[in-house]
C-alpha cells in the first residue's frame, strides 16, 4: 500500500469513530509523538521553527531540515562527546546549536546547558532576553524556539534575561559571557561555545571545560575560522572530530 493510500485508510478509520473515540485516539498520538520527540531528535526539529531575520514579513520559518548539511550536523553533534564546527555565514549552525540545547533540555531531567560566546549580549540574544513579549524579533534564540512549538508539545518554562529554565523538569538553559572564570567550577551536561575563536580566553575556558568530557558532558565548540595555529580553536579543530557543514 502506498503511503498515500495508507494515510487515506488511516484518515477514513478515524472520521468513523465517535467524537469521544476521536479525542482519545488524538491524544494516543500526541503521547507517542512526545515520546519520539524524547528520544529521536530530527523529529524533534521538524516541529522546531526559525526566525529568518532578513525577512521580517514573513520571519517565523520551519527548520530547512531537508537540507543534508542540516541533518549531518544534527547527527554529528548527538553522536560525537565533543565536537567542533567550523561555519560560514548564513548557514543557521548557531540555530542549531539552540534547537540542540532546547532539546536537551527537555529530553531528560535536570540537565544544565550552557551557551557561552564572547559578550553578555550576544549569549542572551542565543537564550532568553527579558522584555521579548512584545516582539519576536527580540527574543533569544532557545527562547523563540520554545514559544513558537506545537501546543501540545510546549511545556512550562520560566524566562529571565539570559536564562531558560524548565521547573517542571529541573532543566536549565544558561547564558555566559566570555572569559574562564564564568565557566569554571560550572558542571553543564552540554556546553556550546559559539563563535569560540573570538573569545579572549579560549584556551582558559577549554581548560576548564576538557575534564568534563571524561564525565559524560558534550562539549560543542562553534565559530567561523579566525586566527591562525596559535589560536584555541585552530588547534582544537584540527586535532578533534569535527563538522564542516557544507550548504547545497
Known amino acids: 500500500m502506498s503511503p498515500r493510500a495508507s494515510a487515506d485508510l488511516a484518515i477514513s478509520r478515524y472520521e468513523a469513530l465517535g467524537l469521544r473515540d476521536q479525542r482519545a485516539a488524538f491524544r494516543a498520538i500526541q503521547q507517542e509523538a512526545l515520546k519520539r520527540c524524547a528520544r529521536d531528535g530530527l523529529f524533534f526539529l521538524s516541529f522546531v521553527r526559525t526566525r529568518d531575520e532578513v525577512d521580517p514579513e514573513h520571519s517565523v520559518k520551519p527548520f530547512p531540515i531537508h537540507l543534508d548539511y542540516i541533518r549531518q550536523l544534527w547527527t554529528d553533534i548527538t553522536e560525537h562527546p565533543k565536537i567542533v564546527i567550523a561555519k560560514s555565514r548564513q548557514m543557521i549552525v548557531s540555530w542549531v546549536a539552540c534547537a540542540f540545547a532546547v532539546w536537551s533540555a527537555r529530553r531528560a531531567p535536570n540537565q544544565y546547558v550552557v551557551l557561552q560566546t564572547q559578550n553578555w ?17 527580540y527574543l533569544g534564540r532557545c527562547q523563540f524556539i520554545e514559544r513558537h512549538l506545537p ?44 563563535e569560540f575563536a573570538t573569545h579572549e580566553e579560549a584556551w582558559g575556558e577549554w581548560t576548564a571545560l576538557a575534564p568534563l568530557v571524561q564525565k559524560a558532558a558534550k562539549v560543542i565548540i562553534i565559530s567561523t575560522p579566525n586566527g591562525g595555529e596559535g589560536n584555541c580553536f585552530f588547534h582544537l579543530y584540527h586535532g578533534t572530530p569535527r563538522s564542516v557543514p557544507q550548504s547545497r
Do not use: N
Request: proline share 7%; hydrophobic share 40%.
Open 121 to 137: 549580549p550576544d549569549a542572551t540574544k542565543l537564550v532568553s532576553v527579558a522584555g521579548g513579549d512584545k516582539d519576536a524579533a
Open 151 to 194: 501546543r501540545w508539545l510546549r511545556v512550562r518554562t520560566k524566562e529571565q534575561e539570559g536564562m531558560l529554565a524548565y521547573p517542571d523538569l529541573g532543566s536549565v538553559i544558561e547564558a555566559l559571557p566570555g572569559g574562564a572564570d564564568k565557566i569554571r567550577g560550572k558542571v553543564p551536561s552540554v556546553a556550546i561555545l559559539d
